[in-house]
Each structure stands twice: as structure tokens, then as C-alpha cells.
């Protein structure tokens, strides 16, 4: 079974499963291993989702694949959570889902987390302060922590509200755990809006919206003839974007979750703004910049933020046939105009 050792807890595993998170090659082979009881594979992306279903039809398993912003709106309660961590990653997340995890037991119910590290310094304190007590093996490269769920405890959803100013205007953002711009305003972000034109009327499309920032602002220049759609495939992502804009005052707006922009119709906007994620080497930012080319008017514009101008620039060129770039915060902002006809 792929990179875990489960024998010291296999004795403890009890269906019905849940599998929290993981990479998708990852998550579908614990679920085979969990193969004895129903198990049910929780993504919060549906990128991520997406690729998992392909891995679970590979190998002809037969968990259930469910995407959800929280971890506790899965339907029913389960007997164990095994939540296989990776190197690195949002530590608030990971605090999150813990928590989550609690919630999603029936009593005397297992949370299994299957850290990387031999020397773990977040999991036996965390699994201890949310269930009471937890028990630990280490060894073969790897961290196993389990508790078990006794009594009740209050729910936490993590949020936290920041205050983001651009120029004279001042607005308030909700943000959670595993979504872009958790806490703060992210530089590049402030960059984009920094450069990026918008016009009264224009219909703008925030692509990998995150908490929705670029759109809002952008919603409220481009005023109430104006119109935005936040996408992205975080779910959670998409719930937060539509709480900031009704909450900063955006009534021309619509959320939309998906892994592309295939479902939006083509030369819908006028205005594209994309800040891409930084890993993939360069393949979500090619599908972002694709994706803008698809769906912009003829003369509608891209700007797309990037630390890796290398990178996204020609591609902007090969896409658009043109683009221009501006230096701002460390940062490059791509512009390009989409051609008529």
C-alpha cells in the first residue's frame, strides 16, 4: 500500500471509512486498503476531486467520491477518518481537519493521521487537545497519531477577517483555512488590482477567485451596470467569495464551482483577472490563460499576476498574440488583449 505503514493501528480501523484529503493516487490507495466497509473519499477541490474519481475507476474501487467545502457536511458519521498528511502544506489546514474530523465520528469513533515525518511537532499535541488523549507510533519514516472521540465539543470554522485597502477604499474580507488569501491580502493580488483597468459596465470574470478580492474590487469599479463571476474549484473558495460580495455590497455577481471554464460560454467578458497558483510547473497558469482567451469578447483583456514571467509570458503571447508586462511589488503583471474575430 503505497508509502504507509497501517499495521499499527490496523487493528483499530473500522468501517464506514472516511479518506480526508491526500493526493488523489494517494487517497485511492487507502481506499484500498479500507476495502472491508464502505469508504468515502473527501476532496474539497474539484480539480482534485476530479483526478481521484479517475484513480478510484482505474483500480476499480468502489469508494464514494465527495466533494464538499467542510469536512463535516458529509452525510452520516463514520467510524474511522484516516487523514494522510503531506510535507509541508497549510498547517491551519491541516488544524482544520483535525477539528472537522471530531465532528464527523459517531462516539468512540477513530481519527487516524498519517504524518510524514519521523520527529512530528504539530499532530500528538493537536490529536490531545481535540479529543482528550491520542496514542503514537513512530518509525519507517513516518508519524501515526490516533485518538478516539469521547463526548462533545464545540464547532470552530477557523475565520478570519482582514481589512484590504486600495486606494480610498476600504473592505472587509472573511477567510478560511486551504483558500488563497487566508488572512491577509496576498501582494500579488494587490498588484493585479493595482494595474488592471477596469471600466464602468464591464462584465468581469475573477478566475481562481480565492476569498474573491480581485472581483469585488473589481465589481465595484466597474459599478452597477457592471457584473462578476467568481470561479474556482475550491469549494470553499467559491462559499467565501459570495459571502465577501454580498457582504461588501456586490449585487451583480454569481459564484461558479468548477475545474474550468468550459461551462461559461464563450466571449462572455471583458475583463479577465487571474492570479495562478505557483506549482504545477506552469500548467494551471496555461489553463488559466487559455481558459481567459476562451471566454473574453473580441478586445477583451487579460491581466494575470505571476511570479514566473518566464513562464507565463510566452504562453500569453502564443494565446493572445500580443501581451504586455509591469513590473508592481515583486511581482509581473501580464496583460493582453483578445484578438477580433
Known sequence: MGGWDLSAVRNRLRPPYTVVLGSPREAAELAAVLEDGPTTCYQMDLYQADRLKEELERHALAADMRAAADLWDLPGDRQTV??????????????????????????????????????????AGLVKKVFGRYHAEVGRGQTIVWGQREGDRPRRRHEIAYQARLGDLGLTFVSRPGVFSYGKLDEGARALLEVSEIHPGDRVLDLGCGVGTNGVFAGLRAGPEGAVTFLDSNLRAVALAGLNA??????????????????????RFDVVLANPPYYAQGTIARAFIEGARAVLRPGGRLWLVTRQADQAFPCVEETFGRAEVVGRRGYAVISAAAPAG
Do not use: C, W
Not at 247 to 262: I, K, M
Open 82 to 123: 484516516v487523514f494522510p498528511t503531506m510535507r509541508g502544506g497549510e498547517r491551519s489546514l491541516k488544524i482544520d481537519m483535525v477539528e472537522q474530523a471530531f465532528h464527523l465520528l459517531r462516539p468512540r469513533g477513530h481519527l487516524v493521521v498519517l504524518s510524514p515525518y519521523e520527529k512530528d511537532d504539530l499532530f
Open 246 to 267: 454580498r457582504n461588501n455590497g456586490l449585487t451583480a455577481f454569481r459564484t461558479v464551482a468548477a475545474a474550468d471554464v468550459g461551462g461559461l460560454g464563450p466571449g
